[in-house]
Nanobody, 117 residues
Framework: QVQLVESGGGMVQAGGSLRLSCAAS????????MGWYRQVPGKAREFVAR???????VYADSVMGRFTISRDNGENTAYLQMSSLKPEDTAVYYC???????????WGQGTQVTVSS
């Protein structure tokens, strides 16, 4: 019904930047929120940022001021611009889309981000 495809991950040195993209397709007309989460082995998946269909954004305090989430409603694509990357940002980044913040929604397959010191 809903498909999300992440791209843009890779390896970067500390202090560098990456831009992740998430393309959504399918029955997404009433899914109001798109967001990014990340996960490292042995740890729970954690929230990074989300954006509503109206453009309201919320960030985890660990990335606030360094990451920017945006969306192109015409293309049903969300972006995560990551700057001043730190080694602790290393994780698999997952895109998520959901109807409300109280739903689990749908997930992409993830894209690896590796930040070296």
């Amino acid at each position: 019904q809903v498909q999300l495809v992440e791209s843009g991950g890779g390896m970067v040195q500390a202090g560098g930047s990456l831009r992740l993209s998430c393309a959504a397709s399918g029955r997404i007309f009433d899914l109001n929120f798109m967001g990014w989460y990340r996960q490292v082995p042995g740890k729970a998946r954690e929230f990074v940022a989300r954006i509503s269909s109206g453009g309201t954004t919320v960030y985890a305090d660990s990335v606030m001021g360094r990451f920017t989430i945006s969306r192109d409603n015409g293309e049903n694509t969300a972006y995560l611009q990551m700057s001043s990357l730190k080694p602790e940002d290393t994780a698999v980044y997952y895109c998520n889309i959901r109807k409300s913040i109280f739903e689990s929604g749908s997930w992409g397959q993830g894209t690896q981000v590796t930040v070296s010191s």
